[in-house]
T-cell receptor, first 113, second 112 residues
């Protein structure tokens, strides 16, 4: 079972470049999330999507855009990368309702130079 | 005020002792509460979930929830070196708001 798959695993960008982080889940979950994790900061929510066709801002949305392409896929785009966006990015998915265990992808380590 | 707060630690506990991890949350509408464990360089993995006031036990782990005090805790009995990790508290409002919010995590070290 694949679960939540993120690509790429590692990426180095130059300041000002753009890129899209891809995420797909095969568990038929309605909710999907993008988090960033920095040392000492825990997981900070960037954007989330409660269902196909809806997206909402989280705690740190500035500098990012998202697309919920379909129920399976939720992408995160950096239009003009900045060194402050150097981080580890996690995608997660969960079912709606009480039993909302979130399953995580393996993470993307992004460095912006 | 952060929505979910944890002591960042580090917390050091002797092997075999009880480790106690605490978490408070700000939104009284929160319905679901989770504890995740994250080893260095790895993804978070769920170890406990709790939805009702009181205690929930699973092996060496016990989650405790007090909605009136907006407080959730995790106890690890008979701590093992393999329990050394960062523990993340997460809170979800449910019922149409699927915003899953995490605390900053507590780094736990079990001393042999």
């Amino acid at each position: 079972n694949a679960g939540v798959t993120q690509t790429p695993k590692f990426q180095v960008l130059k300041t000002g470049q753009s890129m899209t982080l891809q995420c797909a889940q095969d568990m038929n979950h309605n909710s999907m999330y993008w988090y960033r994790q920095d040392p000492g900061m825990g997981l900070r929510l960037i954007y989330y999507s409660a269902s196909e066709g809806t997206t909402d801002k989280g705690e740190v949305p500035n500098g990012y855009n998202v697309s919920r392409l379909n129920k399976r896929e939720f992408s995160l785009r950096l239009e003009s990368a900045a060194p402050s966006q150097t981080s580890v990015y996690f995608c997660a998915s969960s079912e709606r309702g009480e039993d909302t265990e979130a399953f995580f992808g393996q993470g993307t380590r992004l460095t912006v130079v | 005020q952060k929505e979910v707060e944890q002591n960042s630690g580090p917390l050091s506990v002797p092997e075999g002792a009880i480790a106690s991890l605490n978490c408070t949350y700000s939104d009284r509408g929160s319905q679901s509460f989770f504890w995740y464990r994250q080893y260095s360089g790895k993804s978070p993995e769920l170890i406990m979930s709790i939805y009702s006031n009181g205690d929930k036990e699973d092996g060496r782990f016990t989650a405790q929830l007090n909605k009136a005090s907006q407080y959730v805790s995790l106890l690890i009995r008979d701590s093992q070196p393999s329990d050394s990790a960062t523990y993340l508290c997460a809170v979800n409002m449910n019922f149409g708001n699927e915003k899953l919010t995490f605390g900053t995590g507590t780094r736990l070290t079990i001393i042999p």
